[in-house]
């Protein structure tokens, strides 16, 4: 139920893990050829549920973000299963039938471009196994970066039955106003002020001689 609540409110993600359990599912069957080369096919259908098992338990590890190995994981895993979708498709392919000579008239310029033959048809052949296999699950690692880094601005998550809406809330701001401060000149004035002057005043020096009546002379100094 809540997985159905989550692709619900969330189809955008969702979509993205719609490649990713297709080519799980469908990497089950062409593992198993491939395994059933050393195993029994009991064992060999095991192992191939494992890989997807593991494939999926690197998914949810991705999905909560845990760190540790998990990219590491995830990609063992897409080789092992590039290389048996590869295999598979190898097997597969009927040389002598119309569609690979078709395919093979319609690409030979390019192959041969690449340095194969066109009269290669095992060397053609492993070009349309990759072509065909590789690829899937590269397109399953992709799918689940854009899972992991896509994230929708309206998302909603369910959790117990209550809905958790992640709104964004403007919050106001004061606005700061610039008060005009006045500006302080300071001037310097030279004001003169008065000095009075000095005047140099002439000095007299006047010297007299008197003579008492006992016959001594006096002699007076006097400066004004």
Do not use: C
């Not at 599912?25 to 890989?51: C, E, K, M, Q, R």
């Not at 590890?61 to 994981?73: E, H």
């Not at 590869?86 to 078709?102: A, H, P, T, V």
Request: charged residues 20%.
């Amino acid at each position: 139920m809540k997985t159905l609540n989550w692709i619900k409110n969330n189809p955008n993600r969702a979509m993205f893990l719609v490649p990713i359990l297709l080519v799980a599912g469908i990497s089950i069957s062409h593992v198993v050829s491939w395994y059933d080369i050393a195993n029994p096919i009991t064992w060999a259908i095991y192992l191939s549920i494992a890989i997807e098992v593991g494939a999926m338990t690197a998914l949810v590890a991705a999905t909560n973000r845990i760190k540790g190995g998990v990219w590491f994981m995830f990609g063992l895993v897409t080789f092992i299963q590039m290389i048996g979708n590869i295999f598979y498709s190898f097997k597969e392919i009927d040389s002598n039938g119309e569609l690979f000579k078709s395919w093979v008239e319609l690409t030979g310029p390019v192959w041969e471009n690449l340095g194969s033959d066109i009269d290669d048809v095992i060397s053609l052949k492993r070009w349309l196994a990759f072509l065909e296999g590789g690829l899937l699950p590269i397109i399953s690692l992709t799918s689940l970066h854009f899972f992991i880094k896509y994230k929708d601005n309206d998302e909603v998550s369910t959790h117990d039955g209550v809905v958790e809406v992640e709104k964004i809330v403007e919050v106001p701001v004061e606005k700061i106003v610039e008060v005009p401060v006045e500006k302080i000149v300071e001037i310097e004035k030279i004001v003169e002020v008065p000095v009075e002057k000095i005047v140099e005043v002439p000095v007299y020096e006047t010297t007299t001689t008197t003579t008492t009546d006992d016959g001594i002379k006096r002699l007076s100094y006097v400066k004004s």
